[in-house]
């Protein structure tokens, strides 16, 4: 059977400015999660020792060297109990601020990618994909937030859906993606299934002169005896092109699509995958190839320490 070396963890609990970190690398229990239409990380856990909780502003996880999780204290509690000093805390990745954030109002004209993230001024330790394309533009409609605005940018540029590479880095496109092999890896479950709940069947639009003329049907719905109309208002950001529109209604903008069909693969160890990456694997009736990976949660206990990969087959995840 496989084995695997178990990697060093450490968890860092950054303090203000001039004070230094705290270090853990002892822990009862973690579970981190990167997902394709999450702009976050997830961190949620208990390490052994002591900290003053009010003295928190960051929180980073490392396994081996490298940094996969930097985010906000967004609970953090000290406990003493049977002789033992214990930290539980839940950190959620700072490019959360992107869905916080409310961009003001109006037309962003000729922007990339970085010109819509530039519209969350300060988010801490946030930043983007370089070199990425113009569009005509972005309309910002009130109350509409930073991610939103980036969301309308990757479908008018690419026709897909941003995701978060690395720690809070906004990508609309893979960078340099790896293929894995997981045959020769201790597997622990696999499996695949369908998630159909959200899924759209018909999206309809106003036209120029307020009619409900345009529409757009989606089979994979329509094929599952699932008929769901919705209706949606003329809208600016997409004057030009309705269709387009209507097509993330019914995707993920519309939170429909997202991980409609999926793969799951389960393995001893952390290869530290990046969402996009690539996963070759077969057995007992489950055929991966090229599988694009939607999902990762690594999870840490007494037991181990172990990774599952999603593989997603939908709308801007196809496979």
């Not at 940094?67 to 539980?88: F, L, N, P, Q």
């Not at 094929?223 to 092109?241: G, L, P, S, T, V």
């Not at 070759?280 to 990969?309: M, Y």
Request: charged content about 20%; aromatic content about 12%.
């Amino acid at each position: 059977m496989a084995t695997y070396e178990m990697p060093e963890i450490k968890c860092e609990l950054c303090r203000a400015s001039g004070t230094a970190s705290l270090y853990f690398s002892r822990t009862a229990g973690f579970s981190f999660v990167k997902e394709r239409y999450t702009p976050y990380t997830l961190l949620s856990g208990i390490f052994i020792g002591r900290c003053v909780p009010a003295e928190v502003t960051a929180v980073k996880l490392y396994i081996g060297s490298k940094i996969i999780h930097h985010g906000t204290a967004d609970s953090v509690v000290c406990e003493y109990s049977h002789g033992v000093w214990r930290i539980r805390l839940r950190s959620l990745g700072f490019s959360m601020l992107l869905g916080q954030n409310m961009a003001e109002p109006g037309i962003i004209s000729q922007p990339d990618l970085s010109a819509v993230i530039g519209k969350a001024a300060g988010a801490y330790a946030v930043s983007c994909q370089g070199s990425t394309k113009k569009v005509n533009y972005v309309y910002i409609k009130d109350t509409s937030t930073v991610w939103e605005a980036a969301c309308i940018y990757a479908a008018k540029a690419y026709s897909t859906y941003p995701y978060i590479r690395g720690t809070n880095s906004v990508y609309c496109t893979a960078l340099s993606p790896k293929t894995r092999d997981y045959s020769g890896k201790k597997i622990v479950s696999y499996s695949s299934g369908v998630k159909l709940t959200g899924l759209i069947s018909h999206a309809h639009t106003q036209d120029a002169a307020g009619e409900w003329n345009i529409s757009k049907t989606n089979s994979f719905a329509v094929n599952r005896h699932i008929i769901k109309h919705k209706y949606y208002a003329r809208d600016n950001e997409w004057a030009y092109d309705p269709q387009a529109g209507l097509s993330c209604h019914i995707g993920e903008i519309g939170a429909g699509d997202r991980g409609r069909q999926y793969g799951r693969l389960k393995y001893a160890g952390a290869e530290l995958e990046e969402l996009l990456d690539k996963a070759n694997f077969t057995a007992e009736g489950l055929s991966l190839t090229a599988a694009e990976v939607d999902r990762i949660e690594i999870t840490c206990s007494p037991k181990g320490l172990f990774t599952e990969l999603s593989f997603y087959n939908d709308l801007y995840c196809p496979q």
